[in-house]
């Protein structure tokens, strides 16, 4: 099963996030099949269409405390594997991480 791992940290500038314990075991155990660290949402670029409109604007979509700032891509048994691995992440500057089974075109993995 795949699963998203979304790693939210604090907006706080100089918020660090240490994912080396991760990378050793999933990598290590080869579940692990990818992932990258977000640039700060201040330099994203965000596109609306409203009435037939677009919209193309710079910075964050809404005004948040915490954001998305590193994504990894799993290939677990099972939830519960998945979540033990997001533990390892889970250090002092992450403020959650998301745990997202995905989906293919007919539904859920699982």
Known sequence: MKFLLNVYVSTAAGDVFD????LAVAGRSGELIG??????????????????VVEVSQGPYLPAVHHVAVQCLLDCDSRERAVELATLMAGDHARGIEVRPLMDLSGMEM
């Open 19 to 22: 994912h080396e314990r991760l």
């Open 35 to 52: 992932g990258h660290t977000l640039a700060d949402p201040s330099v994203s670029t965000v596109v609306r269409v409203r009435d037939g």
